[in-house]
Each structure stands twice: as structure tokens, then as C-alpha cells.
């Protein structure tokens, strides 16, 4: 059997690193197509994960637009997909390079396994372009593999036959477990090296389109005037290398001595300064899978959420963007002891970090236990 992977954003790396040894150790013949729709924020989560792409198409331009990302991806895969025989192609999440990726293998009647799977808002301007994104990712799809049961119900509304259907957990936990059990003696060096030891900080990332602007500034008033009042608390945020980003956030709160702003981390380093943090706060959909199995309580800076599972099991809180909202909750997660440990503890939802093994033996068509809590 040959299975193609094609991914070519950050987390669609680190989702899909795990699914790419797991099939290796079965032995099956698997090729790696990195779009590289990011490039630095891709190369390295595929060092890190020591995964050399078979096929690079380096399709990032400097502010690439959507149609043009598009076209790009269009161009570069199709001599590809046309020339391998694969029996299947695997997709991931709700990047463009996930739906180009779809699409393409589509034209060339290669069946599509679409991973993280069925997570929907209902809102097809948020995320934008997400949430089109994976819709029409899952009707292109043969196999689909949520990773709750909430989001195999999404897919039964729509209509997609059950026997297609195989919940895994998300692969993203597989990721993060292996992550941490291969580097436990580093994580509290890497706290070191960003001078965090024994410090109280927040850790942020903020990247969204529908965030850019407004949003996104009001929030950073929020958080500038929750580090003025509150000098002792640090905040740590990797700042996304989109432009869009990086042009609010530097200009807001560069000057403050609590504000630590810095290139996006390597994801190794990423984990060490999660598992040190007090809280996080963020709009980013992976952050919120990996923020409950951590223990971390989460904010999450969004509108919408396609994982309500957190907001329900109680580790994460959906605040939008206002400065007000933002304020309260930064305040309540400091000072409202009996807050915090409510949304410390409660459980993760996300996976076991089984998913990778699940998907093997999905497509070596032998039997699996599904990830049901
Ligand atoms: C993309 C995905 C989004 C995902 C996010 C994860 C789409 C439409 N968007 O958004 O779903 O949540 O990745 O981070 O698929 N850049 C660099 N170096 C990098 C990466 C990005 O310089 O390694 C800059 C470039 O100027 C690039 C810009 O960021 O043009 C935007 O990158 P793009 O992939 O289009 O959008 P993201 O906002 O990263
Ligand atoms: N991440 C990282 N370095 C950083 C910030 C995030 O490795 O500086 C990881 C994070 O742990 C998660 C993934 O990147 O696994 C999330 O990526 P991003 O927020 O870019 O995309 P989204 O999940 O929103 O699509």
C-alpha cells in the first residue's frame, strides 16, 4: 500500500508527524508532500520530528493571498498526484493546502482520509476560511477520522454514511505525549533559558484572520493594561511571522518590561513554556486541544469555537475579544483561586494518544477500539 501525506502548514505538521512514523512502523510505503505553505514555521516541526518531505513545492510567498496560495498549491500538485500511484492521500485539518490537497487527489480519483475530521462552527466566515476549509475537505473525503464523538455527529448531520466514520482522538496528544516523554530532562532548562523559572507568566498566541484589526487590538490594550497594574506577572507570546500579526502586536506592547515577545518557538520549546505557564490565552485551535491535557486553564481570544469539548469539560473559556471580557477573565484566573482550580482540573477531552495507531490500522483495514469518554 502507498500512502501520500500532504501538509504544509506548523500544526498540520506537528498533527501529521505522528501519523507518519506510526505508518512507517507498520510498513507501509508513505511519501511525504510538504506544500510548505509556511516555511521557517514548518521546517521546524519537520526537524524536530526528523522528517525529510519527499516532496518540498515551497509554495509561501511573502503575504501570499488566498487565491493565490490556491493557485500556487493547484500548480504544484497536480504533476505529483498524477505521477505517484497512491492507494490513499491523507489530509489534515482545515488549511488551504488541506483542501487543495483534497481537491487535487480528487481529480485523480485518489480516495482522500480526511484527519480532525467533523469540527464545525456552523459559520463559514469563522474561522475564515477554516471552516469552508473542512467542509469541503469532508465532502471530498472517503475515510474521515474525527477525533470526538461530538465531531462524528457533526459529520452523521451531514449526511456522511457511518461506516466511513472511525473516532480516533486527535493526533495532536499523540504528538504532544511523545514530545514530552522523549525531552522530559530539557523542559526545565528550556524554562531557564527564557529566564521563567519559579516566575508566575502567561503564555499567548494570536494568529486569526477573522482576529486581524480591531480584534486583535483590543485585546492587546487588555493585556497591556493587565501588565501595568500587575508588574510581577509576565506574559510570554511567540508572535505569529505573518506581517498581518506581527504589525499590531509589536507596536502595542513592546515597550513593557513584563511583555516578552518573541519569534514563534520551536515545538519543543513551545511545550516547555506550556507546562511552566499559569494560564494561556489564545485563539489558536491546537493550543486549545493541548492546554487541557497540560492542566492549563485556556482563554480563548475567538467569536467561535469547533471545540466546544474544552469549553464543556471546563478547561478552556470562550471570551471573544472585547477588552473588557479580556480584562475580567485575566483578573479572575489571577485572583479567584477556586476559578482557576476548577478549570485546572478538569478533564482532557481531546485524545489518549492512540490516534496515530488508530488511522494505521484504519487503512490496513483491521479492527480498532474507537476514542469514546
Ligand atoms: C495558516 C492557515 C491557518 C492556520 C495557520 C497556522 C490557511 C488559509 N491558513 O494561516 O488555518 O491556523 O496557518 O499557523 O491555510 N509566514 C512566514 N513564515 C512562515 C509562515 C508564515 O513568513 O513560516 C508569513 C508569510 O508572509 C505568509 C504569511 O505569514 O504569506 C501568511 O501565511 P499563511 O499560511 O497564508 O496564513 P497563516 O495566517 O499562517
Ligand atoms: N506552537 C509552536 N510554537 C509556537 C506556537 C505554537 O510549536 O511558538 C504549536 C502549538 O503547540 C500547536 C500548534 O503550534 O501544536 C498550533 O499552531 P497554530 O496556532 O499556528 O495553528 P492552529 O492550531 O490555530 O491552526
Redesign the pocket.
Given at each position: 500500500m502507498k500512502v501520500g501525506l500532504i501538509f504544509g502548514?506548523?500544526?498540520?505538521a506537528?498533527?501529521m508527524a505522528p501519523i507518519y512514523h506510526t505508518l512507517k512502523e507498520n510498513g507501509i510505503d508513505t511519501k511525504i508532500i510538504a506544500t510548505a505553505q509556511?516555511r521557517e514555521?514548518l521546517d521546524?516541526?519537520l526537524e524536530l520530528f526528523e522528517i525529510i518531505p519527499d516532496y518540498d513545492l515551497n509554495v509561501m510567498t511573502h503575504r501570499q493571498t488566498l487565491p493565490e496560495l490556491t493557485k500556487n498549491l493547484i500548480g504544484k500538485l497536480d504533476p505529483i498526484l498524477k505521477g505517484e500511484n497512491f492507494d490513499y492521500i491523507l489530509v489534515q485539518?482545515?488549511?488551504t493546502s488541506t483542501f487543495v490537497g483534497a481537491l487535487i487527489s480528487f481529480y485523480y480519483k485518489i480516495p482522500v482520509g480526511h484527519i480532525e475530521a467533523g469540527l464545525r462552527t456552523d459559520n463559514i466566515y469563522n474561522?475564515f476560511p477554516?471552516e469552508m476549509n473542512r467542509r469541503l475537505t469532508t465532502v471530498i473525503s472517503s475515510l474521515h477520522f474525527p477525533p470526538t464523538k461530538k465531531s462524528k455527529e457533526n459529520l452523521l448531520k451531514e449526511g456522511i454514511s457511518e461506516e466511513n466514520i472511525y473516532i480516533t482522538g486527535n493526533t495532536?496528544i499523540d504528538?504532544?505525549l511523545w514530545v514530552i516523554e522523549k525531552n522530559k530532562d530539557k523542559i526545565e532548562k528550556i524554562q531557564e533559558k527564557y529566564g521563567l523559572k519559579n516566575k508566575k507568566y502567561i503564555l499567548m498566541?494570536m494568529?486569526?484572520r477573522e482576529n486581524w484589526g480591531t480584534p486583535m487590538k483590543n485585546v492587546m490594550q487588555a493585556i497591556k493594561e493587565f501588565l501595568i497594574k500587575n508588574p510581577d506577572i509576565f506574559l510570554v507570546f511567540?508572535?505569529?511571522l505573518n506581517p498581518a500579526v506581527r504589525e499590531i502586536v509589536f507596536p502595542a506592547l513592546e515597550e513593557l518590561k513584563n511583555a516578552i515577545l518573541?519569534?514563534?518557538?520551536?515545538?519543543?520549546?513551545?511545550?516547555a513554556?506550556?507546562t511552566g505557564s499559569y494560564f494561556i490565552m489564545?485563539?489558536?485551535?491546537?493550543?486549545?486541544?493541548?492546554a487541557p491535557a497540560l492542566g492549563k486553564p485556556t482563554l480563548v481570544l475567538r467569536e467561535t469555537t469547533e471545540r466546544p469539548e474544552a469549553i464543556e469539560a471546563g478547561t478552556a473559556k470562550l471570551i471573544g475579544t472585547k477588552k473588557e471580557n479580556v480584562l475580567e477573565y485575566m483578573n479572575k484566573l489571577t485572583f479567584d483561586l477556586e476559578f482557576y482550580s476548577k478549570m485546572a482540573k478538569a478533564k482532557n477531552p481531546f485524545g489518549d494518544g492512540k490516534a496515530s495507531l488508530r488511522i494505521t490500522k484504519v487503512l490496513l483495514k483491521e479492527k480498532i477500539e474507537e476514542f469514546i469518554i
Amino acid at each position: 500500500m502507498k500512502v501520500g501525506l500532504i501538509f504544509g502548514t506548523r500544526p498540520e505538521a506537528i498533527k501529521m508527524a505522528p501519523i507518519y512514523h506510526t505508518l512507517k512502523e507498520n510498513g507501509i510505503d508513505t511519501k511525504i508532500i510538504a506544500t510548505a505553505q509556511h516555511r521557517e514555521m514548518l521546517d521546524q516541526v519537520l526537524e524536530l520530528f526528523e522528517i525529510i518531505p519527499d516532496y518540498d513545492l515551497n509554495v509561501m510567498t511573502h503575504r501570499q493571498t488566498l487565491p493565490e496560495l490556491t493557485k500556487n498549491l493547484i500548480g504544484k500538485l497536480d504533476p505529483i498526484l498524477k505521477g505517484e500511484n497512491f492507494d490513499y492521500i491523507l489530509v489534515q485539518g482545515d488549511t488551504t493546502s488541506t483542501f487543495v490537497g483534497a481537491l487535487i487527489s480528487f481529480y485523480y480519483k485518489i480516495p482522500v482520509g480526511h484527519i480532525e475530521a467533523g469540527l464545525r462552527t456552523d459559520n463559514i466566515y469563522n474561522p475564515f476560511p477554516e471552516e469552508m476549509n473542512r467542509r469541503l475537505t469532508t465532502v471530498i473525503s472517503s475515510l474521515h477520522f474525527p477525533p470526538t464523538k461530538k465531531s462524528k455527529e457533526n459529520l452523521l448531520k451531514e449526511g456522511i454514511s457511518e461506516e466511513n466514520i472511525y473516532i480516533t482522538g486527535n493526533t495532536v496528544i499523540d504528538a504532544l505525549l511523545w514530545v514530552i516523554e522523549k525531552n522530559k530532562d530539557k523542559i526545565e532548562k528550556i524554562q531557564e533559558k527564557y529566564g521563567l523559572k519559579n516566575k508566575k507568566y502567561i503564555l499567548m498566541t494570536m494568529h486569526r484572520r477573522e482576529n486581524w484589526g480591531t480584534p486583535m487590538k483590543n485585546v492587546m490594550q487588555a493585556i497591556k493594561e493587565f501588565l501595568i497594574k500587575n508588574p510581577d506577572i509576565f506574559l510570554v507570546f511567540p508572535v505569529h511571522l505573518n506581517p498581518a500579526v506581527r504589525e499590531i502586536v509589536f507596536p502595542a506592547l513592546e515597550e513593557l518590561k513584563n511583555a516578552i515577545l518573541i519569534d514563534p518557538l520551536e515545538y519543543l520549546e513551545f511545550t516547555a513554556l506550556m507546562t511552566g505557564s499559569y494560564f494561556i490565552m489564545t485563539d489558536s485551535g491546537g493550543i486549545q486541544e493541548e492546554a487541557p491535557a497540560l492542566g492549563k486553564p485556556t482563554l480563548v481570544l475567538r467569536e467561535t469555537t469547533e471545540r466546544p469539548e474544552a469549553i464543556e469539560a471546563g478547561t478552556a473559556k470562550l471570551i471573544g475579544t472585547k477588552k473588557e471580557n479580556v480584562l475580567e477573565y485575566m483578573n479572575k484566573l489571577t485572583f479567584d483561586l477556586e476559578f482557576y482550580s476548577k478549570m485546572a482540573k478538569a478533564k482532557n477531552p481531546f485524545g489518549d494518544g492512540k490516534a496515530s495507531l488508530r488511522i494505521t490500522k484504519v487503512l490496513l483495514k483491521e479492527k480498532i477500539e474507537e476514542f469514546i469518554i
